[in-house]
Each structure stands twice: as structure tokens, then as C-alpha cells.
């Protein structure tokens, strides 16, 4: 497997299938796995702040037997003195065995990853990535679906922002045989990048403005937070509000093998009334990321030796554009493209730039 | 012994003397206890600082062979970001194997623990109920004067606000051979419910308004500090400052077998010279806190098994007066009271309502 | 050795030697001291925070076996609500085996000394000294130069100012073999007692305004950060800037064995083409400090009894008159001073006051 977890469509299916079964059977035999990361040290630096990302890998290493070092409020600490992120990176992976990161700009895991000497797990760079929750929801599909393939997926909310979402379209689509239905208001459809690749994949997907067009339909129900703040006006709030809230009565009228599950937290877009319904998942799910977040780490160090890479890549005269990208930031981080028909995408953000 | 640690009060007398028997027996064998907790973890959910109450379980549980997860400052936490307390607790009582919280509403502990599948010790709701310490208290007790009863005792400082105070008389009433020296400002004399039990226990008790009119006839000093805001004016602060402040002249006047104890941290109530007096023990009973919290996570962890509660209390129409009590801030949680006479008295803050 | 590190001028050279050999063993057999502090705990008390002195210092206990309690947010904390520096140690050290401790104030570690019951470790006790940080300094000199005399060193950077600095010179010149190169502004020339422990060693030494003057005569160079606000205008901090970075430019007339330190974190005093030369070794030097802790940390541990010292020093009727030494904060400290020729020096900040 790749020495880091940056992105997970860097891994191949048969990837992901070696570590859902690794995840599931931790949950059956979790005590089995008590010993196998003693004497292991995992770095957990959060840029931003994340407690329950933060929490989930913690609790996976202490399960795992090994111990913890890392910070949580860069503001704090002489991170903030204008340290770059290799020095950081440098000093770190010379204390850990494995550093798992979370950072506000996107690439900062892979631009992180060529200057440590352990591998990288990115646990969240912006509003990019967040492969360890798309994992998570994949152990989740199997434990209580059984299956990746052949599901009507819903997945409903702010489907412009969420990269959860995004992450799990891009996901799921790689089995044809699932098909999405996209539930949001109009201005907070999936962004192009993400219906390019839903068109490329064969899945069938329609898009609807309201939960009730679509939840009797449903295998998956994903559901995830629309905040205030993206609804047009205060008013439109209140009137489309409703609309995006799963309740008893919605529930209703699904299917009795629907599961639902949600990344949490949650603010109010789940009534609590459906908490006790038997399909709801979202407090599975968050145990399975345990799980998920142990097979992750065990893999990852399965391969002891610390080692810089050997060589870095050759960087380009051309910019990145995105101003949340991390080569904007780190000015040393050698720039690279690939090319995509007529653009040139980031390698560390993935956003598409015209071709000089 | 009951499944949660809410308040000590739940308890018998027989299950306080299990409890710091124990805890006396680790004192004097620390080493055989080293891995008792090997693979167990505790969360520490600290929703306002402690930084004290934080480090003394968390040592308890790591010389358990225990291990820690949880937060100190949920102001930069996703908990912040409008996260109900059953959310929270859902998910991290799928993390931990027990749970220690602190919160600054009274009643949240014991609403944490209707959606918790794992032990809840509550290290604090508001100013409402922190029973480790009275146990602690009792440890010293049991340790400096080897009995909970026939004891003269006296507490001094703030008796008003004071929940440690509250809780210690609460406890030490159930001995009707124990009398009380109650030694403050006519402002800052006991609330009407400690009088009430204080009247219903059988306990003699008086109020005095100098240290100096008690100091030779106690076996216990309780100690408090008063806040410089309590007091009517600044200048009668400076006026009777003096007079709640034990020094040297005031020890020479005491019983040789007096022992000083106070919760800490002090701030300037006792003289810096009355620390190398053999009485003043308030070192000795923060050593004796950690023994205490041993004891306790190692009986609260005998029964591993993590379940949900079978069913939640049926919530009353009601609803509680006190502004500082949970049920105001959550509101999914069922609110339940139990009839006093002619008041119906909260579940969870303990507070009386009219009786509707 | 002695029982607590407040000074690394404490030690004899003896001890240096046990500590470095130790250290260097370390890092060739980590594994074989991954349970020598089972079931110890550290307790890391940084009263001003500084991420990477405490990621040090907590995976040199982790890697050792050991455990963690502590805080690095004393805002935040009950340390903050007016306790003395006196019982918070009192408490901590019936909690822990071991208190490494970071301060603001001078002396404050060796404060604290006087009332642990264990074994006190200096993490940087404001600008005074970082005792620590010249052991990491003499492991490197162990590990890339084989010895600790015969050496031309280079001090390169805000030499007024920088502790670390003034700590290395008091150590290197106990061997007059040794000869030094003092390279900054006129301004930031070293302080006047470092010349007297220069001129009293033995050693030879020159103090020059410009890199390019001394780079090829030297068998260490020691960088520094100069503060961008310790140039006496903006003028001349961009005027007098690139005289103090070290580049590819002057690495090249730079010894072929020539190492590079620097204490780390840099900002821009080392450009970062620098880092490939294979000279560079800043980076080394964070992980050799990782060892040269494990060390120590061993050391100290060696004879376990708790207990307070016997007796206190008696206090002098003097006052220090550094406003920046702990015993301007905490009044109960005993003041205590040496006599050096005509002057009193402070025993806790090493402040020079003019004798009575």
C-alpha cells in the first residue's frame, strides 16, 4: 500500500476491501489488537482545531497499545512563530512513528508528506479531502449493508461545500451499479468537478429540491448540515429549513432496510425523534471510524523504517491558483501539475488551472 | 453499587466504607494496583477548566495503567459548535470506557448519564455537586482520624456558595454523634437546605462569626476561601478579612489532634506559616484525592459491559426554575421531579419549584 | 548527580560525559529502554507554552515507558486563579515522580525545587537559562564532532539576548582549547557577564560584524533568530539582513567539515537551500535532544524516594532587583545571595545587585 493516506482514490479496490475486512474484524475482536502498536508513537498535529476527528484517532492508537504526542491550538505554540510546515514536519517525524494531520489549507498532507521521514495520514486539508471519513462511511456500508455496489444512495444537504459528500460520490462511483440521488437547494448543488466524474462513471443520479421526493427510494440516506449562513436570505431559511430535516414522519415513509448516516456533529437537520428508529446509523458510524482509524494505523506501520523520500519533484514556473491551496502558503513546495485535457490541475489541491 | 457517580449521596454508608477502604489500601500498596486498568480508557469531558480536578483523575487512572482522551477547552471544540450533550456523549461513550465530566450546569452530569453507555463520575456540575471531593474529604478523614463520627467540626469561610462545604455536611450529618462549628459572615451563613438536614440529622451545630470564638474546640478545621466580591464593601472586606484567616496565633490555640484540611487551591486564607504545622494536612488530602479517584474508577469499571440505558424517566410537563440547571439548555432531556412536601424538587439541580 | 537540573553549570564535566555517553547510547539501542520508566509519571508544567521543548520532552517519557500529566495554558487553568507557585508544586509532586517546568520568570525552577518532593527539571526559566536545549547542544558536538574542545565555534545572531547562546559559551569555554568567533551587530554583542566568563577562561575569542568574515575559519557554526524588532530601525533591518542568513553562497567557503546548529524553530536566518548541504545539522540536532532527555530523564529517576528537602535556606533582608526574577512574585521564596567580589548575586536569577 501507498507509504501515505493522502487521498483515498489512491487506493485501489482491492485496498479498501483488505481494510474494511481488517476494520471489521477489529470490531469483533478488538482485545486481540491490544498490544499490536506498543512501544509506537502517533503525532497527532491539528492545525485547526477538531476534537472529535482528533479524539477518534486518539482512541484508535491507546487501542492499538501505542501512545500519543501532537497539538491541538497552533496559536499557542511556536508553530505559530512563523515556523514553515517541513521544519515542523522535520522535527516531528524525528519524534513519531506516524503523523496523522489536519490543517485549514488543501494539499498541506501531501505537501507535508514529502519532507517527513514516517508516513502522513491526512485527517482533513481544508475544504478538500477527509479520506478517513469516506473510509469510515465505507465500513459502515459494509457492516450494515453488506455490500459497496448495487445502492440507491441519497445524499442530502449542502452538496456544494461538503467534501464528505464529495468524497463518497467519488467513492461509490467507481460501481456502476449504484445510482445517486442528489437532494439540496439549487444554489447548493455538487460543484462541476464532482458531475464530471459521476458522468464519466455510468451511475445514474437525478437531483431533487426536497427530501420527501426521494426518501421512499432510498438504500442510503447521507444526510449532513446546510448551514444558516448558505441559504440566500434569512427568510428563504426559514421557508426551505424544514424541507432538509429528517423526522419521524419522513422516516415514515422509507424503506425498512434504509440506513441513514450522518458525519456528525449534527445540528438540527436530524429531529432527535429519529435517534431510536433502528435505522438510524449515525452512532455506529462514528464507532466504526474507530475501527475504521485502527486498520488505518496498523497498516500504515506496518513498514517500520523511517527514511526521507528520496528525491523531491520538480517544480514548475506555473502558480497554482486556489488561494486555499498550500503551495501558496509554503513557497519552498515544489509545484506540480498534471495535465486534463486542455487545463492543468494541481497535484496538491486539485484545482483545475487554464493551460498557459 | 450503583452503575454511575452522580452524587455521593446516592450511596450507603456501606458502600463509602468499601470505597475508602480501598483507597486506604492503595495508599499503603500503590504497586499492586499498577494494571488494574491495562487497556481500559477514560475520557476526561472537561466543559469549563480544572486544571486540578483534571490532573488528579487523570494520574488515578494512569497509575491504574489506565489511558485518557477528552478535552479541557470546549470553547475551541466541535462540541462548541452547538453539539448537543447526548451527541457528545453517544459518541464518546462509544470511544471510552468511562467517562469523567465537569460542566458548569448542575444536572448535567446525570443527564450525560441517560445516553451513556459507559460509567459517568461527575467531577463537578456548577455549583451544584462535586462528590469526588467529599470523598476525597472522607479519605482524610478515615486516614488522619480514623472515624467518620464523634468528631467536633468546623468550616470556615464562604458557607453560602461554597458546594464543597454543602456536600461534606450532607455526608458527615448521616453521624448524629458529629457536631458542626459553622464559622462565617452573617451573609454568607449555610442555605436553607443544608439547615434543613442539618436540623433533620440530629446533628448539634451552632454559628459563630470569628475563627477565633471555635478554634480551640475542634477535631477538624474545613477551611474555605472567601471571595473578595463577597464581602458587603471593600472596606469591610479589609475589616474582617483577619478574621477567617488561619495563622500561627490562631493554631497555638488549638487541640493538638485538630487536623487543617482545605479543597485548594487556597489563596491567601491560611498563613504560608501554618504549612509546616504537623495539623495542616491539605497537602496530604490532595495526595489522598488521588488514592480516592483510584479507588472509585476501579469499582466503577468492574461491570465492563456497555449498554445504554434500557429505558428513558417519562418527562413531566413541568418545568425546572433554576437558570443554571441542565434541563434548561437541553431540551430533549425528560424533565422529572419528586414531591418535598409541598414542593416539587428537580431531578437533576435539586432545586425547589412551587408545587403547580 | 545532583537531584534536581535548574543549571546545566550544576554538573561537572564528569557528569557531561555520563549524560552524553548515555544519550549516544540511546539512540544507538532505543529499543532497549522502551520499559525503564514503567508505570513512572512525568509532569510537564509550562507556564508559558512552547510546543516543541514539551513534544521533546513528552516523547523522551513515552519512549521510556513513562507517562504524562501537565498543562501548557496556565490562563486557562487553576493555576491561573492566584495559587502560589509553591503549592501547585506541593500538589504536583504528590501526584508525579518527575516535574519538568517552563516559566516566564527567572529562577522560578529553582523556586520550585524547594518544594517538590521530586526531582525538578529547568525547561527555560524566562531568558535566564534552557538547560536542556545545551545538553541537546553537547550531545550534537558528541554525535557530529567527536569531542567538546579544540574547536573553533561560531555564534552567529542576536547574541545579546539569546540564552541558549550565553549557555553554550559558559559550557565550551570550560575547555580553553576552545575558541570562539562572535558574530552580530554592535548592538547585539554578547552581555557583559558572558565576556567576564570569556575573559576568564582562557579562551581565545573575537567578535566580528559579518558572517562572510568568519565562515571559513569554523568548525561549528551556531545560528540565531535576530528579531526583526532588535534592529535599531526598519532600514537597517533590511540593509542589515542578508549579513546574517546563511546561504548556499557562503556554505560554499565554509570547511568542508564545518556542522551547522541552530536551536530551532528558524524563520529565515538559514535559507532553505541549506538544509540539503549535508553539513546541515539542525535537524539532527532536534532528534539527538529527543535522546539527550531520555538520558537525563533516566538519570533523575535513578533514586525514587519522595520527599521534601530537609530544610530551607534562611532568607536574606536583600531584594533582587531584577524585575523579572520569581522572587519579586512569590514572597514567601527565600531570598538568598552570593558574594562576588564587590556585588551580591541573586542564588535564583544570577542578577548582579550592587552589595548593601
Redesign the interface.
Known sequence: MTRHLLDLADLSVEEWDALTTLACDVRDHI?RY?HVCD?R?M?TLFYE????TQ??F??AM??LGG????????N????A????L??TI???S???DLIVMRHPLAGSAKAASLYSRVPVINAGDGGHLHPTQTLTDLVTLRLEKGRFDGMTVGLCGDLKHGRTVHSLIKTLSRFPTNSFVLISTPYLRIPAYVRAILDRSGCAYREVDRLDDAIDTLDVLYMTRIQRERFSSIEEYHRQQGVYVLDAAKMDRAKPDLIVMHP????DEIA?EV?DDPRAKY?EQ??YG?YARMALIMTMLQHPEKRLPDTLPVGSLHRCGNPHCITGREP?VPRVFRREGDTLVCDYCDEQTLRP
Do not use: N
Not at 456528525?264 to 445540528?267: E, Y
Open positions: 482485545d491490544a512501544g508513537i503525532a482545531p477538531s476534537t472529535r479524539m477518534s486518539q482512541t491507546l487501542r501512545r500519543l504526542i501532537g497539538f491541538d491550538d497552533p499557542s505554540s511556536s508553530v512563530k512563523g515556523e514553515s517541513k521544519d522535520r522535527v516531528v524525528g519524534y513519531a456528525l456533529p449534527r445540528v432527535v435517534d452512532f462514528t464507532e474507530l519552498y
